[in-house]
């Protein structure tokens, strides 16, 4: 399941970074010849906003995201993936408690026009607790992998030295 996970946020993603470099691009043509597309910024805004939360969810299930484990580092495996553990949890709770709230939000917003597009600002909104649930899963599936291969020494949140990616070779002289 994360791996279909994985490319459905790869396809999602790498489809809205087209759509709004094509959005942007056909409204800087257009304001060059008099004729500005007004909804074209908002759209690319709102599509950005949802390509932030699929980058964000991607990055989080391939542990890209930056942290710092200076002090954590010299524990053994098992001490940094309790503690890792512990700090999913905490996450996970934060996020579920901003995907409510995002949901509130969304449901306050139902009527406000966003910008001079048209859509409902709840377009704009509900990306909060979608992203939030999104991010979730990406966490969730990370923990039960680092309790799965816990002798291989993966972690939740750290890309550990087994999980680095090979370094392609440029076929230059080293």
């Not at 994985?6 to 094509?22: D, H, N, Q, R, S």
């Not at 996450?91 to 901003?98: A, D, N, Q, Y």
């Not at 816990?150 to 972690?155: N, P, R, V, Y």
Request: charged share 15%; glycine share 8%; net charge positive.
């Amino acid at each position: 399941m994360p791996g279909f996970l994985a490319k459905i946020e790869f396809v999602a993603g790498a489809i809205l970074l087209a759509v709004i470099t094509g959005l942007v691009f056909i409204a800087a043509t257009m304001r060059f010849f008099g004729h500005p597309l007004i909804w074209s910024v908002d759209l690319a805004q709102l599509l950005f906003i949802w390509l932030c939360f699929i980058g964000a969810a991607r990055a989080m299930r391939e542990r890209g995201h930056l942290g710092v484990d200076f002090l954590v580092r010299p524990f053994p495996h098992r001490f940094r993936l309790i503690l890792e553990t512990l700090l999913a949890i905490v996450f996970i709770g934060f996020l579920m408690i901003l995907a409510v709230e995002g949901y509130d939000l969304t449901m306050l917003n139902k009527e406000r026009q966003f910008g001079d597009s048209g859509l409902s600002y709840a377009w704009v909104t509900i990306a909060v607790p979608a992203g939030c649930i999104m991010l979730s899963l990406s966490i969730l599936g990370n923990l039960v992998q680092a309790w799965r291969n816990a002798k291989s020494k993966m972690l939740v949140f750290t890309r550990t030295a087994t999980q680095e990616e090979p370094v392609v070779s440029t076929g230059a002289a080293e």
